[in-house]
């Protein structure tokens, strides 16, 4: 795990895709107008610069090294802040981005076992990060544990899926509330379970943790109460959300 390799630098791209993957999680591919994209490393997180609008966050799902940026953008109805940023991608083709941000991340492979653990579009995060291993010469094993409501959420099953096949050390466990309500708390219980099953020795991994505040929190807690050091434990929660 490594802090940024650079400080954010803005730049303007064109869009070159906006496609909606599933039922409310949109591929937005952006390309810089000039020069190149700044280094960044597995796992960051940009800003979008709207005019008039405070900076949106996502987290780059392309890895380090790609000609462009990919981000999954959930848009939850008509009025969500997100569906009038897919408005503006659509409508002006050129965005303002900042980046890199982000302290959960790598810039070589961990020297333990990683367990990726994502709730939604958290997976955008780990999309990077598994990429980015996949291309090392050596990496450790990666689990990832992707936690939805329901299985029609899980929009891109089919790639890590085929993660799994390629990749003999990466493991995919899909993790689906499928409550009655689909309520978050739930869910949460969902993907500790999940978590205890395996029977990770957890003084020996390390976490990188991509969700809600109230998800991440959950997890972190109940694993460090099972023995996981919490210095082994990363999320971009704990530096935008910190509990006080």
């Given at each position: 795990m490594a802090t940024a390799p650079q400080p954010p630098a803005a730049l303007d791209c064109r869009v070159n895709e906006v496609t909606l993957m599933g039922?409310?999680?949109y591929r937005v591919r952006l390309d810089p107008v000039e020069g190149e994209l700044p280094a960044f490393a597995a796992g960051q997180y940009l800003a979008l610069e709207l005019p008039g609008e405070e900076p949106a966050w996502f987290s780059i799902a392309s890895a380090p090294g790609e000609a462009h940026l990919t981000l999954h953008i959930q848009v939850a109805g008509a009025s969500d802040t997100a569906a009038q940023i897919i408005d503006h991608l659509r409508q002006e083709r050129q965005v303002r981005v900042n980046m890199p941000f982000g302290e959960a991340c790598l810039t070589a492979p961990p020297s333990q076992p990683l367990l990726?653990?994502?709730a939604g579009?958290?997976?955008a995060q780990a999309k990077s990060v598994v990429e980015f291993l996949m291309a090392q010469p050596a990496s450790p094993p990666v689990f990832l544990?992707?936690?939805?409501?329901r299985h029609e959420d899980m929009y891109l099953r089919t790639l890590a899926d085929q993660w799994q096949q390629r990749w003999p050390d990466f493991h995919f466990r899909p993790v689906?509330?499928?409550d009655a309500d689909h309520g978050w708390t739930g869910h949460h219980d969902h993907l500790v379970r999940a978590l205890k099953a395996d029977g990770h020795r957890l003084g020996e991994v390390q976490v990188l943790a991509s969700g809600s505040p109230a998800m991440v929190y959950s997890v972190m807690d109940t694993l460090v109460d099972a023995?996981?050091?919490q210095s082994h434990f990363l999320s971009d929660v704990l530096q935008y959300a910190p509990r006080g």
């Open positions: 039922e409310d999680v990726l653990v994502v579009t958290g997976f544990y992707w936690g939805v409501r689906v509330g499928d023995g996981l050091p």
